[in-house]
């Protein structure tokens, strides 16, 4: 047996990936895109037919340029979900702009829209992941959103706060960063953390059990890996979303894992159950120097991979509109 097969029994595994050929090698349940991904995933010459089919609706669309390149980021981001799906049994995740992270409204109406695209190439909303930065905002949105069946994937999540906060909204699922959470850890020590102290691996365990404790709806996907020894700390968790070059990894790795997070064992959590109003939670949330630092880091980035993609949807627009 593999380390893959092997954590596949305890944990749903989901492809980090825009690579839909990759994706069907590792024969994922669910998969996660999201700007930089698609970028690279666009430059591809396999992929070709997608990007022109994106520059095609965006230029019937018209308007601005920006306008096109706008439609066109929607419009690649769900034919490449839609295309993934063909792929894996599961749900696709869909990112909602970083620069929409503390615009509640904003982020409404762009997940209304990218579920009804998917829902005009004849896919049920109940196959897409709505994935929004786990701002107050962002988790705000999430709250409405999951209350019209649209589901939510709540990222860049670093902080407790943040994931009491996205339990008690109801969303679908959480995904916290184990690999960026490692980094920050790292560089403050000036030095490696033995794979026992992992602070990534401790803070998806707390917030795993705290979740099963209390018995939360809301599932659980570590993400954001540095090496496959956080992904074996970490199985049984609901989810662990995974690059291709680590699914590689597991899988020409033989051995059988031990289920290291277990509902059973969650009860024996000390954790206090939290109800957090909006002071609380950024109080909360502003007290660990990790999570506010690499939150705001994070959404930088997103948004920065968000430009490059939109500067090469106006190169494919400004290319045929001539």
Request: aromatic fraction near 8%; proline fraction near 3%.
């Amino acid at each position: 047996m593999t380390l893959l097969e092997s954590l596949k029994k305890y944990t749903t595994v989901v492809a980090d990936t825009g690579d839909i050929e990759a994706i069907a090698r590792h024969r994922p349940q669910d998969a996660t895109t999201n700007p930089s991904l698609l970028f690279h995933a666009a430059q591809m010459p396999v992929y070709r037919n997608l990007v022109e089919e994106a520059t095609e609706l965006a230029l019937e669309r018209g308007g601005r340029h920006e306008e096109m390149a706008a439609e066109f980021i929607d419009r690649l981001f769900v034919l490449f979900g839609t295309e993934i799906l063909k792929v894996v049994p599961g749900r696709v995740s869909t990112e909602v702009a970083a620069s929409l992270s503390f615009d509640a409204v904003g982020t409404v109406a762009k997940a209304r829209k990218l579920i009804s695209l998917y829902e005009k190439k004849g896919v049920a909303r109940e196959r897409i992941l709505i994935k929004v930065a786990s701002t107050f905002e962002g988790i705000r949105a999430a709250e409405l959103l999951e209350k019209e069946g649209i589901h939510c994937n709540l990222t860049l999540l670093f902080s407790f706060a943040q994931a009491v906060a996205c339990a008690e909204a109801g969303v679908t699922l959480i995904s916290p960063f184990v690999g960026r959470i490692y980094d920050w850890y790292k560089k403050e020590r000036g030095a490696e953390i033995p794979a026992d102290q992992d602070p990534g691996v401790a803070s998806v365990t707390r917030i795993y059990n705290y979740y099963k404790k209390y018995g939360y709806k809301t599932q659980v996907m570590g993400a954001s890996f540095r090496n496959v020894n956080q992904i074996v700390r970490l199985a049984g968790c609901d989810l662990l979303t995974i690059s291709p070059e680590l699914l590689d990894q597991l899988e020409q790795s033989e051995g059988a894992l031990e289920r290291k997070l277990d509902p059973a064992k969650a009860q024996a959590s000390k954790e206090e159950r939290l109800h957090l109003d909006e002071k609380t939670f950024r109080w909360m949330h502003n007290e660990d120097p990790m999570a506010t630092e690499k939150l705001a880091e994070g959404i930088r980035k997103f948004d920065s991979d968000a430009r490059r993609l939109e500067d090469y949807a106006l190169s494919q627009v400004a290319e045929k509109v001539g």
